[in-house]
């Protein structure tokens, strides 16, 4: 059974940096075509993709947030990292992490339950 | 930011059938496998339909995906009530290489 689950901060401040924690259990990033993505979804409003890490190291971010973002994964504690830079309120987001089986153009199948984090001051 | 476009809301009687559209591009929708997902109230996004029109173990065959050109469409037929969520549309975009969600559509049983 493939389960994931989010950690981190609940309160940031405005520059600061946020740094979000994706444990998971039930597969292995070392295994091919496998791959963690973070997605993130403001209250009320609509998902919006982040970033994907592959089994290969294959590493994708939403343009519009590319240079704010950094995601890595630890094969051995069974973790994905996002890290987001300089954060400010219209970051106050639900966060995601979610697994996926194939090429990085395949579905996020299995979600984790998501972790709110607000911006502010 | 969502690059796929949906209608914002759609509703009908237990029993109906409603259709969501999803409009996209060639990039999108148009060269690449189309996703739904579900999200009930306060929990996290559920995959629906992959690769346009299968349906992951578990889902009832009340969902249909479909895809025409450059615009999907997911079908709820035997509305339930426990079908009243909201409905993401996504696809891998080519141009941007990345995934890109559809601005959401709230079904309600009436």
Redesign the interface.
């Known amino acids: 059974q493939i389960t994931l689950k989010e950690s981190g901060p609940t309160l940031v401040k405005p520059t600061q940096t946020l740094t979000l924690t994706c444990t998971f259990s039930g597969f292995s990033l070392s295994t091919s075509g496998v791959g963690v993505?973070w997605?993130r979804q403001p209250p009320g409003k609509?998902?919006?993709?982040l970033a994907?890490i592959s089994w290969n190291d294959d590493k994708?971010?939403?343009?519009?947030l590319k240079t704010r973002l950094s995601i890595t994964k630890d094969t051995s504690k069974n973790q994905v990292v996002l890290t987001m830079t300089n954060v400010d309120p219209v970051d106050t987001a639900t966060y995601?992490c979610a697994h996926k089986q194939g090429t990085?153009?395949?579905?996020?199948?299995?979600?984790?339950?998501?972790t709110m984090v607000t911006v502010s001051s | 930011?969502?690059v796929l476009t949906q209608p914002p809301s759609a509703s009908g009687t237990p029993g109906q059938r409603v259709t969501i559209s999803c409009s996209g591009s060639s990039s999108n929708i148009g060269s690449?496998?189309v996703?739904w997902?579900q999200q009930l109230p306060g929990?996290?996004?559920?995959?629906l339909i992959?690769?346009i029109n299968q349906r992951?173990s578990g889902v009832p065959d009340r969902f249909s995906g479909s895809r025409s050109g450059t615009s999907a469409s997911l079908a709820i037929s035997g509305l339930r009530s426990e079908d009243e969520a909201d409905y993401?549309c996504?696809?891998?975009d080519d141009s941007?290489?990345?995934?890109?969600?559809?601005?959401?559509t709230k079904v309600t049983v009436l």
């Open positions: 993505g997605i609509a998902l919006e993709w994907l994708r971010y939403s343009p519009s995601y990085p153009s395949d579905a996020f199948d299995i979600w984790g339950q998501g | 930011q969502s690449n496998s996703f997902y929990t996290a996004p559920k995959l992959y690769r992951p993401y996504a696809a891998w941007l290489s990345g995934y890109v969600f559809g601005t959401g």
